[in-house]
């Protein structure tokens, strides 16, 4: 990290291009015109640095995983995600990208319900009462640590109908979404403390998932069925699965193609 915030350092306010500015560049400037108040030290910078690549690539990969999952359990919905998928034309070089998906909304709605079932940080991330309110009899004294069980939230009978069920199709033609607005799908969190890795995370899986289904079928390794998959789930801020995923793909043919 010393050596990528020296090499930005090097370069001099007048040569970054508002638009090649990245992270770092960002929080250069900022060290430099004081605009917060007080230093930020270069510790800072690199602490924050770490956290946006911890808090970025764990829970992604995480997402992708269940998704993955319950694809491979339910082979109704992954031949309907292959078949939009493999009817989107892509580059020359067969590879889907970010454009690509905003063609696919059956992807979307997967991802949504993935998200609804297995939310990567379940209980969001702690927030603190600003001051002293009432909710529904409850005092709530200003300082209080308020922690959202987002988990809950994406299962609770009184919101989602079979609630347990992996059934993407109950996103199709509904308005919600995962961007804080609606209260009952908040993986993301909500408001101004709401991660403002949204957009970064849902382009990188919407990219994965649909390269991995549109270039290879998959099996599960031999000897095993779909419905033995070990759903359990590890304890800790993240919740990831507790068995690694396993799977075998199979390319398909240059005439699938």
Not at 107 to 116: P, T
Request: proline share 6%; net charge negative; charged share 30%.
């Amino acid at each position: 990290m010393d050596e990528i915030v020296e090499e930005h350092r090097r370069r001099t306010p007048s040569s970054r291009r508002e638009d090649d500015k990245d992270l770092v560049d960002v929080l250069l400037e900022i060290q430099e015109d004081g605009s917060l108040g007080f230093q930020l030290e270069r510790d800072s910078v690199k602490a924050i640095i770490l956290d946006m690549f911890a808090a970025g690539t764990d829970t992604t990969y995480t997402v992708l995983e269940w998704a993955m999952t319950e694809l491979f359990r339910h082979p109704a919905a992954m031949e309907r995600l292959q078949a939009e998928v493999r009817a989107v034309p892509v580059a020359d070089n067969g590879l889907i990208t970010d454009k690509d998906t905003d063609n696919m909304p059956f992807l979307k709605v997967v991802l949504k319900e993935a998200l609804r079932l297995h939310p990567p940080i379940p209980l969001l991330v702690p927030h603190r009462a600003t001051k002293d309110v009432n909710i529904k009899g409850y005092d709530i004294d200003a300082g209080t640590m308020v922690v959202t069980n987002a988990w809950t939230i994406g299962r609770d009978p009184a919101i989602w109908e079979d609630p347990e069920e992996f059934r993407p199709e109950r996103f199709l033609g509904s308005s919600v979404d995962y961007m804080g607005q609606d209260f009952e799908l908040i993986p993301f969190g909500a408001g101004r403390r709401g991660c403002p890795g949204i957009m970064f995370a849902m382009a990188s899986n919407e990219v994965v998932i649909s390269n991995l289904v549109r270039s290879f079928n998959w099996e599960m390794p031999r000897g095993m069925r779909a419905e033995d998959i070990d759903m359990s789930e590890c304890t800790g801020l993240t919740i990831h699965r507790k068995v690694h995923l396993r799977a075998v793909p199979v390319p398909l043919s240059a005439d699938s193609n």
